[in-house]
């Protein structure tokens, strides 16, 4: 079996089914002499963080016949997702008592945690725009304030020296 991407990208304008594919990386599918028949095209799955292209070409091949050390099992439930999870692994243990779950999840976390990284950036980014913010409003406003509080001495020296430019008697 197939995702809709792997259909797209290596079957554009036929149908995938009945095709046939092969991939290495130790697979007992990596030659065409020994290559898999498309027997059904399925939905994408994101197995990567949303931000990076998170649909890959996917090929499903029965367990039995090609597997990797480690497996994704996505299980859905109406309501708490938690609820399920003691009785997802009763049903793992009863096919493999020695078999161990790890990483358990819902998918609302794992999709929030794909974000983290860019939502810390943001906040960071946003935490020094701020602080540049009140930094350069405070130099202002303690730059203006001196000023405001010298501008009748500046007025008054302006009005002795006229002849002089009014720079010279410290206004602005």
Request: proline share 8%; charged share 15%; net charge positive.
């Amino acid at each position: 079996m197939i995702s809709e991407t792997a259909a797209r990208r290596f079957w554009p304008n036929e149908d995938p089914l009945g095709q046939r594919c092969w991939f290495g990386g130790g697979s007992d599918f990596d030659s065409p002499e020994r290559s898999a028949i498309v027997v059904g095209i399925v939905g994408d799955v994101v197995y990567a963080p949303l931000d990076q292209h998170p649909n890959f070409s996917s090929f499903y091949t029965p367990y039995s016949q090609f597997t990797y050390a480690s497996r994704m099992v996505f299980v859905r439930s109406a309501g708490d997702p938690w609820s399920v999870t003691s009785g997802v692994r009763k049903a793992v243990a009863s096919v493999d008592p020695d078999l161990a779950l790890r990483d358990v999840q819902p998918l609302t976390e794992v999709v929030s945690g794909s974000w983290a990284r860019h939502r810390f950036d943001a906040t960071l980014f946003g935490a020094f725009g701020l602080a540049a913010l009140l930094l350069s409003a405070s130099g202002i406003f303690a730059r203006c304030r001196t000023r405001w509080r010298a501008a009748p001495a500046n007025l008054a020296c302006a009005s002795l020296w006229a002849p002089m430019p009014p720079k010279c008697c410290g206004t602005w």
